[in-house]
C-alpha cells in the first residue's frame, strides 16, 4: 500500500491551495484518513481527520479555512485550504487507515511522504 500526496507549493498570504493524497495497492477497506503537518523545530499535529462514513474533524487552528473531504471511490482525501496564513507553512503529511484483506479485522496505518506548503509574500 502507498499513499502519494500531491499540491503542496508556495503561495501568498490569504491564498488558497488544495492538497490530494490517493491511496493504492493492496485496499479492502480504508477507514479513517487524517491530514497532519510539521513545522520546523514543532511537533506533528493533526490538522484534519475525516471516516469512511463522512464525518470529520478540524484542528481549531484552521476551522472555517481548511476543509476535509474523500472520495472513496478514488481512494483519495482532499484538503481544501483557504485563507492561509505564514503559520500554515509546514510539510502536510496524509495517512489512512487500511485494511488490505477481507478475512483480517485488523487496520494498518500508512504514511504519504509529505507535500511542502509555504506561505509567504
Known amino acids: 500500500v502507498q499513499l502519494q500526496a500531491s499540491g503542496g507549493g508556495l503561495v501568498r498570504p490569504g491564498g488558497c491551495l488544495r492538497l490530494s493524497c490517493a491511496a493504492s495497492g493492496s485496499i479492502f477497506h480504508i477507514n479513517a484518513m487524517d491530514w497532519y503537518r510539521q513545522a520546523p523545530g514543532k511537533r506533528r499535529e493533526l490538522v484534519a481527520a475525516?471516516?469512511?462514513?463522512?464525518?470529520?474533524n478540524i484542528a481549531d487552528s484552521v476551522k472555517g479555512r481548511f476543509t476535509i473531504s474523500r472520495d472513496n471511490a478514488k481512494n483519495t482525501v482532499y484538503l481544501q485550504m483557504n485563507s492561509l496564513k505564514p503559520e500554515d507553512t509546514a510539510v502536510y503529511y496524509c495517512?489512512?487507515?487500511?485494511?488490505?484483506?477481507?478475512?483480517?479485522?485488523?487496520?494498518?496505518?500508512?504514511w504519504g511522504q509529505g507535500t511542502q506548503v509555504t506561505v509567504s509574500s
Open positions: 475525516t471516516t469512511s462514513d463522512g464525518s470529520t
Open positions: 495517512n489512512a487507515y487500511i485494511k488490505s484483506d477481507s478475512r483480517s479485522s485488523v487496520y494498518t496505518k500508512f
